[in-house]
């Protein structure tokens, strides 16, 4: 898993070029198992994960392509507010609800959250990215 600061904030898609130009894609989280590296990270605000409902009519879906078994949704999510929400943000820290989702305009600037390949930094062919790493999780 690799995210970035948020001074380098980008759309959904954006951020999933960017993962993928790593050889990777955006996260996708499959248990409440796989929230508790994320739940480490100290600092607070919003990242975009690989859930998106390209298609209204046939719901979220991650963009990795794995299969959708967990869901972790902040009350009253998804409502797709306005019919424009089809991507998906994380709630790094919320009072609340820590590690929720919420989703939003894919449109909107967040930080992000890569998973990448133990080993592997697709076309960049480095051992670590260039790019210094606020977290940095093998799988």
Partial sequence: MFARESSDAK????????CMALGGDLLSIHSSEELKPIQTR???GR???GLSAPDPTTGYVWSDGS??????????????RNNVESCT??????W???????DVH??????????IRAGYFGKLNLKR???PPVLCLEF
């Fill in 11 to 18: 759309t959904w898609y954006e951020a999933r070029d960017f």
């Fill in 89 to 94: 943000e994380i709630l790094l820290t919320h």
């Fill in 67 to 80: 299969p959708l078994h967990f869901q972790h949704w902040e009350d009253g999510e998804p409502n797709n």
């Fill in 106 to 115: 894919c449109e909107s600037y967040r930080n992000w959250l890569c998973q």
């Fill in 42 to 44: 100290r600092e607070s």
């Fill in 129 to 131: 990215p260039n790019i």
């Fill in 96 to 102: 609340h609800s820590v590690w929720k989702w919420n």
């Fill in 47 to 49: 990242a975009w994960i």
